[in-house]
């Protein structure tokens, strides 16, 4: 009986640590000189943060933008109200080898749900984002690949 105690416990805490496989760490880019974007993912104590640079070219126009978030991978909601009046909630969790989060904001009379998908290939080289948003005008998906580097 405690053989099967053990084992139950041990597969447990295994299971536990492959769902919150630590693969997302690192350094990942798409694109090309017109259309890139670089992506650092750092993990520790159950908080994920994203540092995603962006840049576009197209003639004689370029820009790009600079955006980091923080989320905590534990299921729990989350609030954040903008200067601007814009309600934010959201949450992060494993889902097996794939890091969800879910996004309900709100801005005047404009809902908007996003959900992200983030998961690393079996041999760790892809990153693959897929996300979802529904808003009064419909349903867009999208998907990014980013490689490791």
């Known amino acids: 009986m405690k053989t099967l105690a053990l084992t139950c416990i041990l597969s447990f805490a295994a299971a536990v640590a492959w769902a919150q496989d630590s693969s997302l760490t690192g350094n990942w880019t798409r694109g090309d000189r017109a259309n890139s974007a670089t992506c650092k993912i750092e993990q520790q104590s159950g908080n994920v943060t994203f540092r995603i640079d962006k840049h576009f070219s197209g003639g004689t126009l370029s ?5 980091t978030e923080t989320y905590t991978a534990d299921g729990v909601e989350r609030d954040r109200k903008g200067d601007n009046g814009r309600q934010i909630w959201f949450t992060a969790y494993w889902q097996a ?5 879910l996004q309900l ?3 005047g009379y404009h809902v908007l749900s ?3 998908t983030w998961t690393v290939s079996d041999d760790g080289v892809t990153l693959t984002k897929t996300t979802r948003r529904v808003d009064m005008d419909g349903i867009a998906e999208s998907t990014e690949e980013f490689q490791r580097h």
């Open 63 to 67: 820009g790009g933008s600079t955006e």
């Open 97 to 101: 080898r794939s890091l969800v989060i």
């Open 105 to 107: 904001s709100k801005d």
């Open 114 to 116: 996003t959900r992200e």
